[in-house]
């Protein structure tokens, strides 16, 4: 439990991870209390159902890819601390003082290329037609039929799409989302 | 071999036994009534105040050489405080998803932005969700010099360490074994109590002196926890033909609720010694106990329970709604069968001071063995438990609606937050149907040709 947790955080482990990722001290702490917690097999790492055992996330029509996106970063079936910091750090609001925070690990950028991969099945920077399908089909169940699904796709293609390649790629993707506010969207305040 | 182990500690308790009652019975309430406890408790808050400024000033000092970026401005004990019932990450106004009126419809084009509200959903529910928090221990804003609920396991200071190793000896060497003893005690002379009581032909008298003899034995019991209870609205209590429902921490519950008035309890028959001491209950007063086979079919145990509340004569049933141990931090979803059964319900809430001990039994993580040690080493069992008038079911009310104004009731009296989740996921996975509900949502917004 708690006293266990800090246990085998070190200092030097806390301060590498705040430098990587720019959560505070207590930040750092509280999310691992949360890791340790959400790790039932006490093994350091979390595991696919580990995740989907929060109720509140299994109910998300797009839970599983968010779970997914989490095991882009490091060995396919576990996820240890760090990989867990860098994912969630992404959703660090962006800190307005800061004028040049372009390659930032919280930055625009970063932000949308989360969004990206959400879409990115295959993860080969394209979003093609049968990839869109896919996931919109995620979103809406069995609530809207394959030719409705299927002009929403194509309209969304031909909206993004610049270089004629009948898919979407991420400066295409950037520059269709260029006013989707993104900043204040894709970001989560951590309490400290 | 439980007759033996019984009998031989029996034997050894009734060598001492003159001594050990007059201790529990005479020098106990004595020294209480002299405000021992108000003293004890009082010595005990200023040990946690000490131990929390020590470790506040430890951790300015450390973040004065990290980053300060994200640092709220006001003091860590407040943000703390509310820890429990506000999330970890801040809950602004949940980003619903745009709803654009486009011309004509009340509907609007899909945009590949859409994401970015499940995305967030998913990251927030990842980083910290209601749910999963109410299985697990619940933090404290000060550290209460336990090991079981630090989190900061480093050496703060040389004075803290010595408080907190004069605090582990007095528990481990002074109350651990005057509470077992009296846990002994209790258990024995309830076992004889209740032989003697049912060897007596049914009477009211027979109900009279068995009532007195079941507080009395609860309330030993209750000082075998160092439980201090403060009972309010005592006008409120359970009558005979009601049933009585409360939020569920811990076993410790029903001996706390005990202690105050009899009722009969529910359950299931066990074996061994659960099994011993539930037909010695059975011996002086009608409890409810199930076969595991008839647990499964609901209508026999709503029968059961329907023949037991339409006599006045028996003792109001103390039923537990949710099913399972929640953390005292909020109250889980009711189930309607307590509700079906008609009759008056009188809703309990209760609440524990964390700071004491923390009563909640995380049973994937404790057997019942260890959480009983857990009890008997923490300082002491304080708890507030609120009597709130009877509630009857409305003309045309699904029994579903009724348990949720009950727990409506329950949370805002106890001061709990008052979920939707079933408690029993705990242990299994949540529906399909819920999923499901949010992919309609989402799919009404859309415009489609």
Known sequence: MGS?????????????????????HN???????????????????????????????AINPLGERVVQLFFLEGEDEQVNFRQYMRTLARFRPVDPNQKNNKDG??????????????????????????????????????????????????????????????????????KAMERSEVEQKMSVRFLD | MAILINSAVFLWGFSVFPFIVSFTTVIIPALSSLGLCKVYIDCLEWAFEFATNRIQQHDSRQDLNGNRGEQLPD????????????????????????????????????????????????????????????????????????????????????????LWVIGFLFRYCCLLPMRFILFVVSVNIFLMTTAAIGLMPNSRYKRHVSKYVSLMCY???????????????????????????????????????????????????HGGFTGMIQRAMSRSEAHIWFQRSEVKDRQAVSNRLKEHVSD???????????????????????????FEVGGAIYPVAIKYDARFGDAFWNSSKYNMIQYLLLMMTS???????????????????????????????????????DLLWDGQLKRMTVKEDFKKEQQKEYSKLLKVE
Request: proline share 2%; aromatic share 8%; charged share 30%.
């Open chain 1, 4 to 24: 266990r947790a800090s246990l085998l955080l070190r200092q030097e482990e806390i301060e590498e991870i705040q430098r990587e990722t720019g959560f505070s």
């Open chain 1, 27 to 57: 930040q750092i702490t509280r999310l691992y209390s949360r890791f340790t917690s959400l790790d039932k097999g006490q093994n350091g790492a979390l595991s696919r159902e580990d995740l989907l055992r929060i109720p509140e996330l």
């Open chain 1, 105 to 174: 690990v919280n930055s625009r950028d970063k932000k949308l290329e989360f969004a990206f991969r959400m879409y990115d099945l295959d993860q080969d920077s394209r979003i093609s037609r049968d990839e869109l399908l896919q996931v919109l089909r995620m979103m809406v169940g069995v609530n809207i039929s394959e030719e409705q699904l299927g002009s929403i796709a194509d309209r969304t293609i031909l909206e993004a799409d610049t270089d004629g390649d009948q898919r979407i790629s991420f400066e295409e993707f950037s």
């Open chain 2, 75 to 162: 003091n860590n004990i407040d943000a703390l405080k509310d820890k429990n019932s506000v999330a970890m990450i801040q809950e602004e106004e949940r980003t619903t998803l745009k709803k654009v009126r486009s011309f004509g419809t009340l509907r609007r084009e899909f945009e590949l932005s859409d994401c970015y509200h499940f995305c967030r959903q998913g990251i927030e529910a990842i980083a910290d969700d209601s749910v999963t928090k109410c299985f697990s221990a619940a933090e404290l804003p000060s550290w209460n010099l336990l090991t079981r609920t630090n989190t900061h396991y480093e050496f703060v200071s040389m004075r803290l360490t010595i």
């Open chain 2, 219 to 269: 309330r030993i019991l209750a000082r075998a926890f160092s439980a201090v209870v403060t009972y309010h609205n005592k006008e409120n209590r359970a009558k005979g033909g009601g049933i009585c429902v409360a939020n569920h921490t811990s076993p410790i519950d029903v001996i706390i609720l005990a202690c105050d008035a009899c009722y009969a309890m529910v359950g299931q028959v």
């Open chain 2, 312 to 338: 006045p004569d028996k003792l109001p049933i103390l039923i537990f709604p949710e099913g399972t141990c929640i953390n005292n931090t909020s109250v889980m979803m009711f189930k309607k069968g307590s």
């Open chain 2, 379 to 417: 300082w002491a069992i304080v708890c507030d438990v609120w009597y709130l008038p009877p509630m009857h079911r409305k003309e045309g009310e699904a029994a579903v609606e009724f348990a949720n104004r009950v727990k409506h009731e329950i949370a805002q009296k106890g001061g709990l937050v």
